[in-house]
């Protein structure tokens, strides 16, 4: 099937260009990049949803993540505590 669609000139340009870099056609391409699109797994989650989840300030793991990991390691196991 024959189809028309429109990119914007630089991104016809570039794509040009990488498919020459690979050797094929600009039109092989494009058929590659939607049958790599079509067989890429279903998106398991909105990511807006799941960044709506988290609340509060920003946080630094690397300043504070140790607290963190200990806070989570007695909620799952108490015992190790103490």
Known sequence: MRTVITIPDQMHAR??????????????FARRLFEKELEAPTPQGDIEAICGM????????????NKI??????????????
């Open 15 to 28: 794509a040009k260009q990488r498919a020459a870099e690979l050797g094929i056609s600009f039109a092989e």
């Open 54 to 65: 988290v609340s509060g300030a920003p946080f630094d793991m690397a300043r504070g993540g």
């Open 69 to 82: 990991a200990a806070e989570a390691v007695n909620q799952l196991n108490p015992e190790v505590s103490g």
